[in-house]
């Protein structure tokens, strides 16, 4: 079975700066990996994504992930923070099978300090 | 154009009430998907449809029943309503091969 873990479920950092969120995944079979994000009162909308091909992924709004196999990682980064970067960031991977369908981490809260 | 619609966006009711939520996807997806996020914004599969047939029950509580009346809509009606009920739940639907996964707005059960 697939899981995901995000370390860290709250994260702080100052506008401009770099912002890193931690996923960790468990995965028998070659994961496809996504990043969502939930804005307050809001849907999940993708950021990004991982099925085959290159390593390095670049979604929207700037940010970006890479797939490390070896370390079974795909952490989130972003060079710059701003502000209305703010909001519950999920990591998740995609089951394998016939039944498809995504697991979640716990979510990380992302606060952009002035 | 909504991609995946939900209605409503905010229940609120009583204990032991049943209630509905519906929920349209017009992207042409086989499969849709309820989906629970609690109180911690933890995210938990409920149920999976393809095609209007049942693919993914998870362990939930037979007071939550599914009902899938084409492939664009997929239902969820809750009886008996319980106060750990009260959660968001987030509709989402997927293509075959399942690339990725867009979410509904939600609805914000509150039972009281």
């Known amino acids: 079975a697939q899981s995901v873990t995000q370390l860290g479920s709250h994260v702080s950092v100052s506008e401009g700066a770099l912002v890193l969120l931690r996923c960790n995944y468990s995965?028998?079979?070659?994961?496809?990996l996504f990043w969502y994000v939930q804005y307050p009162n809001q849907g999940l909308q993708l950021l990004l994504k991982?099925?085959?091909?290159?390593?390095l992924v670049k979604g929207i709004n700037g940010f970006e992930a890479e797939f490390k196999k070896s370390e079974t990682s795909f952490h989130l980064t972003k060079p710059s923070a701003h502000m209305s970067d703010a909001a519950e960031y999920f990591c998740?991977?995609?089951?394998?099978?016939?039944?498809?369908?995504?697991?979640f981490g716990s979510g990380t809260q992302l606060t952009v300090l002035p | 154009d909504t991609a995946v619609s939900q209605t409503p966006k905010y229940l609120v009711t009583q204990m032991g009430n049943d209630k509905s939520i519906k929920c349209e996807q017009n992207?042409?997806?086989?499969?849709m998907y309820w989906y629970k996020q609690d109180s911690k914004k933890f995210l938990k599969i409920m149920f999976s449809?393809?095609?209007?047939?049942?693919?993914i029950n998870e362990t939930v509580p037979n007071r939550f029943s599914p009902k899938s009346p084409d492939k664009a809509h997929l239902n969820l009606h809750i009886n008996s309503l319980e106060l750990g009920d009260s959660a968001v739940y987030f509709c989402?639907?997927?293509?075959?091969?399942?690339?990725?996964?867009?979410f509904g707005q939600g609805t914000r059960l509150t039972v009281v």
């Open positions: 989402a639907s997927s293509q075959p091969g399942f690339t990725e996964a867009f």
């Open positions: 995965s028998s079979v070659p994961p496809y």
């Open positions: 991982y099925t085959t091909g290159a390593t």
């Open positions: 998740a991977v995609r089951s394998s099978g016939s039944a498809r369908q995504l697991t």
């Open positions: 992207l042409g997806h086989d499969t």
């Open positions: 449809y393809n095609n209007k047939e049942l693919i």
